[in-house]
C-alpha cells in the first residue's frame, strides 16, 4: 500500500524496488498520486488507485491507469481480497473516510493524506496510513498480509 506520491518519481522507483523484493499480490495507492506518470513504476502488479485533494486533473490519471489495466475507484474504492473487504479512500474528505470505518462493513480501511504512519484498530476494523512517498520524513509504505490483518511498515529513504 503506497499513498502521497505527489508525482515524485524517485520515490516511487524506490517503494516499486522494495516491493519487488517481496511477493506482492496487488498495489493500493491512497491518492494524491500526482502524476499520470506515477501509474506505470507500479504496474507490475493488478493496482487500485484513488484520487485525493491534490490530483486536480482526473482525465490523464484515469487514461494513465486504464492505459496499463489498473482499477481507477475515483474518490472511493471497495474491493476484496483473501475474503477480506477494503475500503480506499484518501481520507481529506473526513465524513466518507470516517463512516467507511464507523460502518463496520470493511476488515481494512486504507487512507492516506496526513504524510504521516497510522494504524489503529476501530472494532473489527484496521485503519491503516501507509505513510507518503513524498513530504514525510521517513518516506514509508505498507504491506499488509491478508486475510491476518498483519502490517509491515517499510521506510523507503
Known sequence: MVSDTHGHLPSARRAAELLADREIEQVLHCGDIGSPEIIPVFSRWPGHYVFGNCDHDWAPLRDAIELVEQTCHDEFGEIELAGCKIAIVHGHDHRRFQDAVDSQSYRLVCYGHTHAPEEHYEG??????????????????????????EVER????
Request: aromatic residues 4%.
Open 124 to 149: 473489527q476494523t484496521l485503519v491503516l496510513n501507509p505513510g507518503a512517498l513524498f513530504r514525510a520524513n521517513p518516506r514509508t509504505i505498507a504491506i499488509v498480509e491478508l486475510p491476518s490483518l
Open 154 to 157: 517499510i521506510v523507503v529513504d
